[in-house]
């Protein structure tokens, strides 16, 4: 097992054991990395910013212009991946959730 590990190890990859007891959910091959989720880049991006806080408020600014614009767009036909009037549902959901939480009404 030492010359699988050391092979491993002088090629750039670390070695990788794989038993009973292994946990495929954190299970990295060859060094990559899972993509992130979507809820990960998010809180990612709004954690550890090099400009700090300033990435949060960029964040919920975007989400609220947005989804105002397209809560007061009519509804045009389906694009064949997503039903039009679920987005615009979606969007009011939203925009509500943030006049709620921050008190945007009017903005």
Known sequence: ???????MTAVGLP???I???TDFSTLRL??????ETNTEFVTRVMDFCPTGALSQMFII?????YAKAVAAAPVS????????GAWKRTAEFLVAE??????FKGN
């Not at 600014?61 to 212009?65: G, H, L, N, Q, T």
């Not at 943030?98 to 008190?103: E, R, S």
């Open 61 to 65: 600014e975007a989400i609220d212009r």
């Open 98 to 103: 943030m006049d709620k939480k921050y008190n």
């Open 77 to 84: 036909d389906t694009n064949g991946l997503i039903d039009m």
């Open 15 to 17: 070695p990788v054991f």
């Open 30 to 35: 060859g060094g990559w990395k899972q993509p």
């Open 19 to 21: 038993d009973e007891n």
């Open 1 to 7: 097992m030492k010359d699988f590990e050391t092979t």
